[in-house]
């Protein structure tokens, strides 16, 4: 697992590292100015034929006012405006901004750090709807990929859904060639939903074996740099990674019942007597399922949707 980062030292490295996310054909290439400035120009164009030139030289030319204040300049037209503040668009826009937010939920895991900690879910349910939308009607990769990758951040969060390969190699670090490969293996390391994605239990329990991974933080408080909070050292060899299900509940020692440990899927299941190797046999499932007694003391199947760092028994 990748050391984890506050929500500010996250927020820093999206900045200096947003222009640095490849060129026009690198799957990692986020930049949405310039498809940005083309859905602009078209839109523009659309409603000049519509309402004529003189009509509507003076609304369009007040609607690209925000980014004439940001470039600095000015302009006598809308065209001349947009030629020379198509940069400033990714400012000025309300739509950019989400852009913007969106990629950094789904690169780093965070949200805004002034929207309050009981909000964040309805705002992420929010702005993911909204992108989807987006980028279905705006018709360029860019945005889809930015919206597809805050969808499937926000599926591997909740637990439902699944993960488009694209987003996937970038959560994982890997190519998308090998994201197929791990979809139609033999040994099943991922497993493919009915869109052809991978279903989010499953990369969740695989997203959170991989170093390079950022888990998402944006349920947490942010701690502040000037926090005092310090937590005691613990040796890694007294370290074990165990899954946690959606309730909050985790695989532990004390799940033997009668002798064993029951894992896996329902009609798949194993007694496993010892706890490191049921939990070696759980780490090698695409999906890691375990029973486990509810609030009543009934035995149930649960499904982890992360990993959990505790201290050895």
Not at 69 to 87: C, V
Not at 205 to 222: C, G, H, N, P, T
Request: hydrophobic share 40%; proline share 5%.
């Amino acid at each position: 697992m990748t050391e984890l980062m506050t929500a500010a030292e996250r927020r820093e490295a999206y900045h200096e590292n947003y222009h640095g996310f490849g060129q026009a054909d690198d799957p990692h290439y986020w930049d949405y100015a310039a498809p940005m400035g083309d859905l602009v120009t078209t839109a523009l164009e659309h409603v000049e034929g519509l309402f004529g030139p003189e009509p509507a030289a003076a609304p369009l030319l007040q609607l690209m006012e925000p980014a004439i204040q940001i470039g600095g300049g000015s302009a006598r037209t809308w065209r001349i405006a947009l030629e020379n503040n198509a940069l400033a668009l990714t400012d000025a826009l309300p739509i950019a901004r989400r852009l913007d937010f969106a990629l950094q939920y789904g690169l780093y895991g965070i949200v805004p750090e002034d929207i309050p900690l009981g909000e964040r879910t309805g705002w992420l349910a929010k702005l993911v709807a909204e992108l989807s939308d987006f980028s279905k009607s705006a018709s360029d990769i860019v945005f889809t990929r930015i919206a597809n990758l805050a969808a499937s951040r926000y599926a591997i969060d909740t637990g439902v859904g699944e993960i488009d390969t694209h987003s996937m190699s970038i959560l994982g670090g890997i190519s998308e060639g090998r994201v197929r490969n791990l979809l139609s293996g033999s040994d099943n390391a991922l497993e493919r939903g009915p869109n052809g994605g991978v279903v989010a239990l499953s990369a969740a329990a695989w997203l959170q074996k991989k170093k390079r991974f950022l888990a998402s933080i944006w349920q947490q408080e942010d701690v502040g740099e000037d926090s005092d909070e310090e937590c005691p050292a613990i040796p890694s060899d007294r370290m074990i990674f165990v899954p946690v299900a959606r309730d909050g509940s985790m695989f532990t020692p004390d799940l033997q019942r009668n002798g064993a440990y029951r894992i896996g899927a329902k009609g798949s299941e194993e007694d496993i007597p010892d706890f490191a190797n049921a939990l070696a046999r759980l780490n090698a499932m695409s999906v890691p399922r375990w029973r486990r007694p509810n609030e009543r003391g009934l035995w149930g199947i649960v499904s982890g949707v992360s990993w959990q760092r505790i201290e050895k028994g």
